[in-house]
């Protein structure tokens, strides 16, 4: 079992940066990939980045590709998603989960994903 907690979410203007934070607790931590997920406001949850157990592979949604990086630390069992030049559109709440089902890496459905977090609220104003 993986409990997660994100945290890190806030307010800013567009332009600006947010590294979000999911920390774990459970020692399996390290042995799944982790995602990021977001849902705005009647959408439905979409993926955004995914990274291997060891960090060495990452893939990331079209709409987020060059702007966020995803990273971990399996020593101190954490998540970061490093969100550089947001847009009004990235509003939204913002899940980590790990990838519990070994689909394609390119195929990131949320049930593939488990041991979803509660969600930190990002919002970007114009």
């Known amino acids: 079992q993986v409990q997660l907690v994100e945290s890190g979410g806030g307010l800013v203007q567009a332009g600006d940066s947010l590294r979000l934070s999911c920390a774990a607790s459970?020692?399996?931590?390290?042995?799944?990939?982790m995602g990021w997920f977001r849902q705005a406001p009647g959408k439905e949850r979409e993926f955004v980045a995914v990274?291997?157990?060891?960090?060495?592979?990452?893939y990331y949604a079209d709409s987020v590709k060059g702007r966020f990086t995803i990273s971990r630390d399996n020593a101190k069992n954490t998540v970061y998603l490093q969100m550089n030049s947001l847009k009004p559109e990235d509003t939204a709440v913002y899940y980590c989960?790990?990838?519990?089902?070994?689909?394609?890496?390119?195929?990131?459905?949320?049930?593939?994903?488990?041991?979803w977090g509660q969600g930190t609220q990002v919002t970007v104003s114009s």
């Open positions: 990274i291997s157990w060891s960090g060495g592979s990452t």
């Open positions: 459970g020692r399996t931590f390290s042995s799944y990939p």
């Open positions: 989960a790990a990838k519990i089902r070994s689909s394609s890496w390119d195929i990131n459905e949320p049930s593939d994903f488990g041991f």
